[in-house]
């Protein structure tokens, strides 16, 4: 019995019995944790995996690949006085030294917003303020544009922004999971253009799939990257036309290189990754939280990565499901995490916790 909620389950059904007709035995993997969602909430989970093929999911959620290291340092500019904005799925996530709800509590002036425009405006009123700006191609543009369009003197941002092909570049190198196709995902590429995954393509490549976020969208994504499998073409196909052309957003791409440069920055799970995150451009450096407040950061604490028993960042590189956690649904939930995949609506353990059955 499908548990699905399609415009078109007639389609759905096709879609799973090519894929059944196919003998597959297959892993893929995405990096956007709205995928995941869509993956668990509408069934499609477990309909593939009757029909031999397992998804998982790697590092595409902001929060989660976001380091203690730079909580800690958003943590540390708050306790010093200076206005913190950031969304609001930061402020629960851990570190040794607390979180960021946890010093709004004790009186620090951290305020949660929906956009950088948000900061702007809070901006006005208070004597500094920092925007916490986290996020993929996806997000970068809008944090981009604020710090190109004169900003008041008091803002500055401390960039966490992360840049998706090094992530995918280190789990290839790293060889600690089978993948047999990448889900690409859809909003990324609506700025990147699909040109950025054709690195990963070709005869020593595996076979990717640009895919939307409707349930459909993701059957199709699925039964596209199976057919590359069974022809042995290793490709990258866009699913998703109706919003990702193959040249992506040039102007999005141009406010990104005049904003930012990329640099060298560990992402939590992985090592350090060459130049897979975005640093506040040098001609805007009066803008730079970590230049401007770089003697309050200097006193920031040291802290380990992952608190003891949150296994979020082998999550994170799909060596092991959320479930597959000592911690998961125990230990750690929502209510009281051990780590961000919890914390984050996009993160794997706070999905599976959701809906798990």
Not at 213 to 227: Q, R
Request: net charge negative; with cysteine; proline share 7%.
């Amino acid at each position: 019995m499908m548990d699905l909620r399609f415009r078109d389950e007639s389609t759905a059904s096709k879609v799973i019995s090519k894929l059944r007709e196919m003998d597959l035995e297959l892993r893929f993997m995405h990096v956007c944790g709205t995928h995941q969602d869509t993956l668990v909430k509408f069934g499609l989970e477990r309909m593939l995996s009757e029909v031999g093929i397992t998804i998982g999911q790697g590092p595409g959620c902001p929060v989660c690949v976001t380091t203690t290291k730079e909580v800690v340092e958003a943590i540390t500019l708050a306790r010093s006085g200076v206005t913190i904005t950031v969304f609001g799925d930061m402020m629960a996530v851990p570190t040794p030294v607390g979180s960021l709800a946890d010093i709004k509590a004790e009186g620090a002036d951290v305020r949660v917003v929906y956009s950088v425009e948000d900061a702007l405006r809070m901006s006005a009123d208070v004597e500094r303020m920092v925007f916490m700006a986290i996020g993929f191609e996806t997000t970068s543009p809008s944090t981009a544009y604020a710090l190109l369009n004169e900003p008041p003197k008091n803002f500055s941002v401390l960039s966490c922004h992360r840049l998706l092909p090094p992530a995918l570049v280190a789990l290839f190198s790293m060889g600690e999971v089978r993948i047999d196709g990448l889900i690409q995902p859809g909003h990324v590429a609506t700025i990147t253009g699909t040109e950025i995954f054709e690195r990963f393509a070709g005869p020593k490549g595996v076979p990717q799939v640009v895919t939307g976020f409707e349930p459909l969208d993701l059957l199709m994504g699925v039964y596209m990257l199976a057919k590359q499998v069974k022809e042995g073409r290793s490709e990258v196909e866009n699913e998703y036309p109706r919003v990702v052309r193959p040249e992506g957003n040039p102007k999005a791409r141009e406010l990104l290189s005049r904003a930012f440069r990329p640099v060298d920055r560990a992402w939590r799970g992985f090592p350090v990754l060459p130049l897979s995150a975005l640093e506040v451009a040098d001609d805007l450096a009066d803008h730079n939280a970590r230049l401007i407040y770089e003697d309050v950061l200097r006193d920031a604490p040291q802290v380990k990565e992952d608190m003891g028993g949150c296994r979020c960042g082998e999550v994170l590189r799909g060596i092991i499901r959320s479930e597959e956690c000592p911690a998961f649904g125990k230990g750690c939930s929502p209510k009281r995490p051990m780590g961000p995949c919890m914390v984050s609506r996009e993160g794997s353990c706070n999905i599976s916790y959701r809906y798990r059955e």
